[in-house]
């Protein structure tokens, strides 16, 4: 079965600092793994997957196999990064994680 | 392209009434997913349809749950009778195919059943 983990409902960073949200996964297969983000009042959207390895607004994300996980990542926190963000597996169907909500503090 | 669009944007009703979720997906899409979206749980899966078929609807709540894609370009999500633990946010979401391409999301509609 697909599983996906976000341990932290909430991370309040401040503006500058680096920033860390956590993703789990359980499948047996070779994941498909994606970060969602939905800004305030706009529609969720893709914000990366892991096999484009690319960097999207200073956010990256590595697949783990060995500790299933797919951690988002950014250096240096800008206040435009306050979202609510989903990782998400996909196989057939995508499933997602219960959601991180991240707020930078300036 | 105006994207996935849904219909009503907001949907108040009362315990008991029927409720009729309306999406359009994007033109050329195979794959059309319906999702609700609550505080407590996320985001849930609760059906996917692959060139209007049903291919898994394990996560529609119960039988008062029903989804229908009569065609490529339409697809319903009706509650009836509704309840009040029914109320959440619910998207549609449609992609290329059924494991590189992102989903492209609505705006959702807010459904409050009182």
């Known amino acids: 079965a697909q599983r996906v983990t976000q341990p932290e409902k909430l991370l309040s960073v401040f503006k500058g600092a680096p920033v860390e949200l956590k993703c789990n996964y359980s499948?047996?297969?070779?994941?498909?793994l994606f970060w969602y983000v939905q800004y305030s009042r706009q529609r969720l959207q893709l914000l990366l997957r892991?096999?484009s390895r690319e960097s999207i607004k200073g956010f990256t994300a590595d697949l783990n196999k060995g500790e299933t996980s797919f951690h988002l990542k950014k250096p240096f926190a800008q206040e435009e990064d306050s979202a609510m963000y989903y990782c998400?597996?996909?196989?057939?169907?995508?499933?997602f994680g219960q959601g991180t909500r991240l707020t930078i503090n300036p | 392209d105006a994207g996935v669009i849904q219909s009503p944007r907001h949907e108040v009703t009362e315990m008991g009434q029927e409720v009729t979720l309306r999406c359009k997906p994007i033109s050329g899409h195979d794959y059309l997913f319906w999702y609700r979206q609550t505080m407590m749980r996320g985001l849930e899966l609760l059906i996917y349809f692959n060139n209007n078929v049903p291919i898994d609807d394990s996560g529609m709540p119960e039988d008062r749950f029903s989804a229908k894609m009569p065609n490529a370009s339409f697809s319903t999500l009706k509650i009836q009778p509704s309840e009040p633990r029914d109320s959440a946010v619910y998207f549609c979401?449609?992609?290329?195919?059924?494991?590189?391409?992102?989903?492209?999301f609505g705006n959702g509609t807010r459904l409050t059943v009182t």
């Open positions: 998400a597996l996909r196989a057939q169907k995508l499933v």
């Open positions: 499948y047996s297969g070779s994941p498909e």
């Open positions: 979401a449609s992609s290329l195919d059924s494991y590189n391409s992102p989903l492209h």
């Open positions: 892991h096999i």
